[in-house]
């Protein structure tokens, strides 16, 4: 089946910092979705993307749905302690006439103080 | 508008009991799915109901697992004659007409003793 691969897995960083992170799959993707997961939580929709090559913002953070559709990339700029968490890329995958989401495994992001 | 509500947010059962796990949808949304979640791994889809119909059940466990969406009240997913293994959060989602955009609950942690 389709699966999404997330790099990287952990991240340490100072406040302030810059992240990247990126997901890739094997096969493509019509629709990317980004989410965020805090400690003892559900995850929360971060961003939505539909269309190759779009760049799309919501606040500090901004992502890009990958013009070959199989990766998407998000980055967080000037990171702040509440960006702690766990991130989680996700697409849509249709079987047998029915849609679920496929999760990658997560990247965890921690920022030092 | 209240988001996708779940209960009870923790559950503690012994081997071989019931678990009932409850999930209401957001305002709007007819479409419910259910997640499970490893500590320290990625979400992994379970099942798809709208009301009163099961859509995809191609991830849950044959057997003790089953859910439903009735036409009152909210979704459900039982699990019976729990064992160690069953204890993990548990997630329900839910998305408009469009399914693309799932909106999750905060989970059910589920431990079995």
């Known amino acids: 089946g389709q699966q999404l691969n997330q790099s990287p897995q952990s991240m340490f960083i100072q406040e302030g910092e810059d992240v990247s992170m990126n997901c890739t799959s094997s096969?493509?993707?019509?629709?990317w979705l980004w989410y965020k997961q805090d400690p003892g939580e559900g995850p929360v929709l971060l961003i939505a993307l539909y269309k190759a090559g779009e760049l799309t913002s919501n606040g500090r953070l901004t992502a890009q749905f990958g013009i070959t559709r199989k990766d998407s990339f998000l980055n967080i700029s000037a990171s702040i302690p509440s960006d702690v968490g766990i991130y989680f890329c996700a697409g849509p995958t249709f079987l047998q006439g029915a849609q679920k989401l496929v999760f990658g495994q997560g990247t965890r992001l921690t920022i030092n103080p | 508008n209240a988001g996708v509500m779940q209960n009870p947010r923790h559950l503690v059962r012994r081997r071989g009991q019931e678990a009932r796990l409850r999930c209401s949808p957001m305002?709007?949304?007819?479409?419910v799915y259910w997640y499970r979640q490893l500590p320290e791994e990625g979400l992994k889809f379970m099942v798809y109901l709208q009301k009163e119909n099961i859509i995809d059940e191609s991830g849950m466990p044959k057997e003790r697992f089953s859910a439903e969406f009735p036409k009152e009240g909210p979704s459900i997913l039982r699990i019976q004659q729990v064992v160690r293994g069953d204890s993990a959060a548990y997630f329900c989602a839910s998305s408009p007409s469009q399914p693309n955009e799932q909106f999750f609950g905060p989970g059910t942690r589920l431990t079995v003793l």
């Open positions: 096969s493509i993707f019509n629709t």
């Open positions: 305002k709007g949304h007819s479409h």
